[in-house]
């Protein structure tokens, strides 16, 4: 199985965790992909290796201070841009396939959406940019016929389910959930929560923010947002089991009550391939999953008592508007400030829940009004965490 | 969602479980489906029933004696066929969009190939067809440009987790057996199994031979030769796990280590309703599966030493021609005389391994080759097992 003619690829967010696994596989197929530009935000040594390894057309650094530091590693032919619309600019620029975006935060909208104006596929591992402002997104994919593959495992395993399936026919997207390193804890434990120990996660190893948001339950929250927006359901129609082993990455309920599951080895390696070769399937250097050897997968109800943030994602994509901004706002806020020992573990969700109160939702924002929600819940956060802005 | 114009239907062995819950469906779904013709052996007042409420064009009863008692029960107007080539008649003589072969035996091959040659949609119950014939059989279709739905909850599933995915990027499929009513037990324990015992199946309800096909696993070995044919893959990517909840139906891995699963209640209804209705999907009246509800799913590998029937069954598509035949053969009258109490419940492994081992294979065997495979593999069982020919 092979792509008939290599796949351009811009890589933004190429030195983070999913961005250096995207270039893993672009390495072992390198038949398949050719790099063409790449951006980091501050990481300049990683960006300088893999320039020198994956040899792209241009590279960016958003972090215009940190750029500094780049001048004079590369060769002279290669074409460095600067600062926060470096990004965007890239994309306007190259040409390319596919455009993966492994950037964190409300800065990878500006180059998606220019990904999508020109009509590449868009590998979308950039969470904020459909909780944020899914319905731009979605809305602007659409007129231009362009496809957002999901990286993230769960979306990506509920886009595997769907393939050949008339989405009519869907009744639920159910979206698993590791429940976390602090499943199971008594209420009275939560509120003396250490950072190291949530940031122990069962199944996956990931970055700490998007750790924290597994401990409480916040990223399954973003993900049910996520999941509306990219499959066009509405959130009464996602739902979220607990299924401590991650073997099942997510399943699709259909009208006629037959339920497609995808699983496989919890290796972030797996679902940016699908997303990068996605109808085809590559075969690669992993051993495939042992079901006989796994033994047991279990699943239960989601803990919405001890875990509120999962409740409160649902309440704000149910809400609408500039909600989703604000609840992915003052949760940046307050995972900072737990990691930074402000506030205690229980302190995220009550920070959050404040946040909500105290935002006044506008429908239909455009991106100006987004940016703004996301500000004033921000400050509002590090306010109400004890932080001062 | 409904389909346009009333698909016609026949269904072959309508009297027995699936032809009656392909009835039901057919009840359920009065707008999407009319009946042409209905067949049973011999249970002529269930037929006379179903004729009443259904009124098709015609039935048959093959069993001739058995017939005889059904004259002048049903109006004039109502054609019935008599006698062993009566369903292969029916199909010939009235035309259908789908035929359900919810027959048993050998004796549903004929009407099956005559339903290919009049391009109907097969939707296939009877295990028999593909396990004796299933290069003859899959060979017709394919020329004839006719879909093998199959109905067997296993293969339902594979034939679902197969839909929008390229059969060349199938690395393997992956059977789930539930392992019967006898998992675990010891193997002295074995020698004195009753057939009650061996009749409760744990999570499916259904006629008593193939739930001593499940006691033995040999029900599981005649899936695998069913599902080699059916979806074209040598008995090496076929693999069984046993899952004793039978949730999860049966499964599909992917050369890129993606497994597709397909789970479901365990009722026969939905896998007739599927191959009624696929590519569409039908809403219906039974309430989802709740996984959290179901809690934990287990999975192990077969135990090969108690229950060598499931290896016998690999050996006999490996060796191919006529050998699978015989297995069947030899399994059907071994059952019968572990059932009559003729023989223990270890003897109806032995008396496949006798007769496999006495049996000369025919390649690329024509049918009356394998009408003959079949007669002399019954006969070699019945005298093993001491029974009067």
Known sequence: MAISKPQRVIVLGSTGSIGRTALEVVRDFSHAFTVVALSTHRNVEILARQAAEFRPEAVCVSHAPSAARFRGVLPGDLETLEGEEGPTRLVEHYDADVLVVATVGFAGLFPTLAGIDRGMRIALANKEVLVVAGEIVMERAHRRGVEIVPIDSEHNAIWQCLAGNDRRAVRRLILTASGGPLRGWPASRLETVTPAEALKHPTWRMGRKITIDCATMMNKGLEVIEACHLFG???????????????????????????????????????????????????????????????????????????????????????????????????????????????????????????????????HPDLETLREADRQARAFARKHAGIAA
Do not use: W
């Not at 994602?313 to 737990?338: C, D, K, Q």
């Not at 930074?340 to 109160?357: L, Q, V, W, Y």
């Open 233 to 363: 359901v509405a959130p009464e129609r996602v739902e979220v089991v607990v299924h401590p082993q991650s073997t099942i990455h997510s399943m699709v309920e259909f009208v006629d009550g037959s339920i497609l599951a995808q699983m496989g080895r919890t290796n972030m390696y797996l679902p940016i391939l699908n997303a990068l070769t996605s109808p085809e399937r590559f075969e690669n250097k992993f051993e495939p999953l042992d079901l006989a050897a796994v033994g047991r997968l279990d699943f239960a109800r989601p803990d919405d008592e001890n875990f509120p943030c999962l409740g409160y994602a649902y309440e704000a994509i149910r809400r609408g508007g500039t909600m989703p901004a604000a609840l992915n706002a003052a949760n940046e806020e307050a995972v900072a400030a737990f990691l930074g020992e402000k506030i205690p573990f229980t302190g995220i969700a009550e920070t959050i829940r404040a946040a909500m109160d105290a935002h006044d939702a506008v429908e």
